[in-house]
């Protein structure tokens, strides 16, 4: 009789142990790899051209990307022009360069890529990490017109961009600039007539685009008063077409 009671007891446990385990193995299933994120919300607020879920809707954000904008940009013009990477030859190669990596995941890998001496204790972005953007590696849109869903598929962005298509189709006019924003020119004469610096503030970098050109970092106030009055950022100059702010910055 004891010895009946006694199994029955252990098989109860037993059970109740199986279900135990049961229910942990449960709660600590991992979320299947392949499984598909939820779509993005494929909306154009602005109707710039530039998607929603592309925008960086955090002010931590926008912040960390500025930060990390401009630094790029600065740290090309302290390399040797031979050191430069192949896509740093004009002056939107060294905007393209400097947005895409600012859009990375800054870690001792990544310095080491770039052979950049030291880094500003800023933090990633934390919306997306290039490549793996909504865009994927087709940051860049190179179409007018508001975005449509058809957009992703049809050719409407893409990995290059000279500087009038950044100036038209991913960027918007202000009123002043702010580390991380573009000064646009238009110079007629030149075989490549737009142009565009960086403002890192109270200077600006700039790829020259000749060949084999050179990366410059003047002054705001050095640039005011350019020996040639076609380069100085002022309304008066017909050639200065403005400041613009990147589309993903908008708020």
């Known amino acids: 009789m004891n010895g009946s009671r006694l199994l029955l007891s252990l098989t109860v446990l037993a059970a109740a142990g199986l279900v135990v ?33 592309a925008r960086l809707d955090s002010a931590s954000d926008r912040q960390a990307f500025r930060r990390w904008f401009a630094f790029l940009a600065e740290q090309q013009f302290l390399r040797e022009t031979a050191q430069l990477p192949a896509e740093v030859s004009d002056c939107a190669g060294l905007v393209r ?9 800054h870690d001792g890998r990544w310095v080491e890529e770039l052979k950049l001496n030291d880094v500003p204790p800023a933090t990633n972005v934390a919306k997306y990490t ?21 957009d992703l598929t049809n050719g409407a962005f893409a990995q290059f961009a000279d500087a009038q298509t950044l100036m038209l ?83």
């Open 130 to 150: 290039y490549p793996f953007t909504p865009l994927q590696a087709n940051l860049f849109r190179i179409r007018p017109g508001p975005f449509r869903p058809e």
């Open 21 to 53: 385990l049961a229910r942990g193995r449960h709660h600590a299933e991992p979320v299947p790899p392949n499984q598909p994120a939820a779509e993005p919300s494929l909306t154009d607020s602005f109707d710039d051209g530039t998607p929603d879920f």
């Open 97 to 105: 360069f400097a947005y895409r990596e600012a859009l990375r995941k």
């Open 169 to 251: 189709h991913n960027t918007y006019q202000v009123d002043r600039s702010e580390p991380g924003d573009l000064l646009f020119y238009h110079q007629p004469h030149q075989n490549q007539p737009f142009h565009v610096m960086i403002s890192l503030g109270e200077a600006v970098v700039y790829h020259t685009g000749d060949t084999p050109g050179e990366i410059r970092r003047p002054t705001m106030e050095e640039l005011r008063h350019h020996p040639e009055p076609r380069w100085r950022p002022v309304a008066g100059n017909p050639y200065f077409l403005g400041v613009y702010r990147w589309n993903i910055l908008r708020d």
